[in-house]
């Protein structure tokens, strides 16, 4: 017994199914974002479809997004609150940096995400005065 290969109508059918899937975990912002935005965009190439045949437009996948870098930042940061004990310094500097770049390129501030510069800082310091001299 041989597997017909799906039909067009079918295959597109099957990947607006899963582009549908994708974009109800992405809505309320989920750290993860970019993988799953990049899940959203591969559906919609192979299905050959739109957005807009989902039922949004591109300011509101953007929209989307951007809830997903604040929840990435908060993520970051309930890391480091909760690991710099155990973290190279390295470690807690890229945190940093990569909270400073999800709400810098997320427009939001650090008061947002329940932080500011000087506890980030503190983290870092911290680690700096443990270091052996």
Same mark, same amino acid.
């Given at each position: 017994?041989?597997?017909?290969?799906m039909s067009l109508k079918d295959r597109r059918k099957s990947c607006?199914?899963?582009a549908e899937r994708w974009l109800k975990l992405l809505r309320p912002g989920i750290p993860n974002y970019e993988t799953v935005a990049g899940y959203i965009r591969e559906e919609m190439k192979e299905g050959g479809f739109?957005?807009?045949?989902?039922?949004?437009?591109?300011?509101e996948f953007k929209a989307m997004c951007l809830k997903g #870098?604040?929840?990435?930042? *908060?993520?970051? $940061? /309930?890391?480091? #609150?909760r690991?710099?004990? *155990?973290?190279? $310094? /390295?470690?807690?500097i890229t945190i940093v940096d990569g909270i400073h770049e999800e709400v810098?390129?997320?427009?939001?501030?650090?008061?947002?995400?329940g932080t500011s510069l000087d506890e980030l800082m503190s983290f870092i310091n911290k680690?700096?005065?443990?270091?052996?001299a």
């Open positions: 017994m041989s597997i017909k290969p607006l199914y899963q739109t957005l807009c045949d989902l039922g949004i437009t591109e300011e #870098r604040e929840a990435k930042a *908060r993520q970051l $940061l /309930h890391y480091l #609150r690991s710099t004990e *155990r973290s190279s $310094l /390295h470690s807690i810098r390129l997320g427009k939001f501030n650090l008061a947002d995400i680690k700096k005065e443990e270091a052996p």
